[in-house]
């Protein structure tokens, strides 16, 4: 904001200060308003096509070359259908709900910085911030399982809720390492401690913990988006389509497009905090001559990760109800408690000795440990497996 405020001083000098301070706020608005509305068109053809490639066909080709105009034309038709209130909804939360769950989701948007100056608000605390609207989200899913009247929505929105409130721990947990690391909860001093080449980032820092930290913290974004294959709360072949199974048209397209933005966010907030935000992985490409190419290097890595979103969607099958409640509580949780700790006590003591790499050691020491709790859970399920196999053939 404030870099827009100065150019708009030098652009129309003497306009009143109040006007030029509401335009201030109102450019970086409208532009990210109108980056999010577009955005999710352009992923939704991405995963049709990838879906399509994966399986060996060609996905959508008949609107436009290639079908580029698809995605379009579904987007046009949706918004034209007419939205359906069944009867006995709550009509004030059945509308309300899928508004909150955008809202919640755009809301990430406000502290990404996507260049040195180029941010909306450079929030000293945008990491807590973005841990706080996140729940906007949750709120959202809820309202719309309740108010819709149906059995399968309100199945759907507490799934949802109990997904997203237990993975949302070893999320937060893992966002620690990073602060722990910078001292500071701003985004922009996050990105600034990372800068000088891809062996700053944080994802390779104290090699392998924060690369595990960075995979705990990807598994947890892919459970509060609801993909696949932590997706129960849609899951078609038990609940038709899970909280959003009474909307249509216009309403229905808002979940659409909140879980494509929330993808977005997400992986931006991935990459700002373990992959060096807009930063180059390489200093001399940060620029070209007088041009800034941070919004490029933060979009390509958030678009990265949003297509390892698409690939493991078509990839991985959907975990059961126990199994996903399993993964977050005894498997990321212990992991992300044991990251946290070593992670903070390398960041406190660091190298006790010169030209001897304590901080390396523990860190091979933690992450053996972690693999020996893996391979411990891995022979209680096989045990388990076992038991009822026999129980079945008993």
């Known amino acids: 904001m404030d870099l827009t405020y100065a150019f708009l001083i030098d652009l129309v000098p003497g306009w009143p200060e109040p006007v030029l301070l509401l335009l201030a706020a109102l450019v970086p608005a409208v532009i990210l308003i109108t980056f999010m509305s577009l955005g999710p068109i352009l992923y939704v053809y991405a995963e049709r096509k990838i879906a399509g490639f994966m399986q060996d066909r060609l996905g959508p080709m008949r609107v436009g070359k290639w079908g580029l105009l698809q995605t379009i034309a ?20 059945f509308t309300l709900a899928p508004c909150l769950v955008v809202i919640g ?11 040195p100056q180029l941010v909306a608000a450079d929030l000293n605390i945008g990491v807590f911030y973005l841990v706080a609207v996140s729940s906007l989200s949750t709120v959202g899913l809820i309202m719309a399982g309740w108010a819709s009247n149906n059995k399968y929505a ?3 929105a507490m799934r949802s809720a109990a997904q997203i409130v237990s993975y949302e721990i070893p999320n937060v947990i893992t966002l620690l390492t990073v602060v722990l690391m910078v ?10 401690a990372q800068a000088g080449g891809l062996q700053n980032w944080f994802a390779f820092r104290y090699f392998p913990l924060m690369g595990i930290a960075f995979l705990v913290f990807y598994t947890s974004t892919l459970a509060e988006c609801n993909r696949t294959p932590f997706d129960i709360p849609e899951a078609e072949s038990e609940l038709v389509a899970g909280f959003h199974t009474e909307y249509s048209g216009f309403f229905f ?17 991935a990459s700002v905090l373990f992959l060096g935000g807009w930063a180059a992985p390489i200093p001399a490409l940060q620029t070209i001559g007088p041009i800034e190419l941070g ?5 390509g890595k958030a678009w990265l990760l949003v297509f390892t979103h698409m690939w493991l969607r078509w990839t991985l099958p959907r975990l059961r109800v126990d199994q996903l409640m399993y ?10 408690l044991v990251l946290v700790v070593a992670v903070g006590a390398l960041t406190l003591w660091g190298p006790t000795a010169d030209g001897f790499p304590w901080d390396q050691i523990a860190a091979w020491l933690v992450t053996l440990g972690i693999l020996c709790y893996l391979g411990l859970l ?5 045990r388990w497996q076992a038991a009822r196999i026999r129980e079945q053939a008993a």
């Open 74 to 93: 579904d987007t046009i038709k949706l918004l034209f259908k007419e939205a359906i209130f069944p009867r006995n909804v709550d009509k004030v939360l």
């Open 105 to 115: 989701a755009f809301l990430g948007f406000l502290v990404l910085p996507f260049g």
């Open 154 to 156: 309100l199945f759907g």
């Open 183 to 192: 001292g500071s909860l701003s985004l922009q001093d996050i990105v600034a």
């Open 253 to 269: 397209s808002l979940f659409f497009l909140a879980e494509y933005t929330e993808m977005v966010v997400l992986s931006a907030v």
């Open 295 to 299: 919004p490029i290097w933060l979009i």
């Open 327 to 336: 993964v977050a509580w005894k498997v990321l949780l212990p992991i992300a």
């Open 378 to 382: 891995f022979f209680k399920a096989r």
